[in-house]
């Protein structure tokens, strides 16, 4: 009974170590990007923008706000 709950506990613990070191676990760390688009000429929001930055993309909605989620330091 001893053996299989430290072998248990020793899978649960390379499972949350391959987690944390695999780039996309526990020190992955987000922040979020925010904005409005306007036309240079009228100052009206613009809908259906394409905003990216890395890997991350988003298109303005029909107010010209986005909202981005991007990896911090990238």
Sequence with gaps: MLVKR??????C???ALSMCFSGTGCFTKTGTVTGLVLDATNGLPVSGVSVSCDDASTTTGSNGRFTLV???GQ
Excluded at 6 to 11: D, G, I, K, Q, S
């Design 70 to 72: 991007v990896e911090i």
């Design 13 to 15: 613990l390379a499972a």
């Design 6 to 11: 430290v072998l248990f506990y020793a899978l």
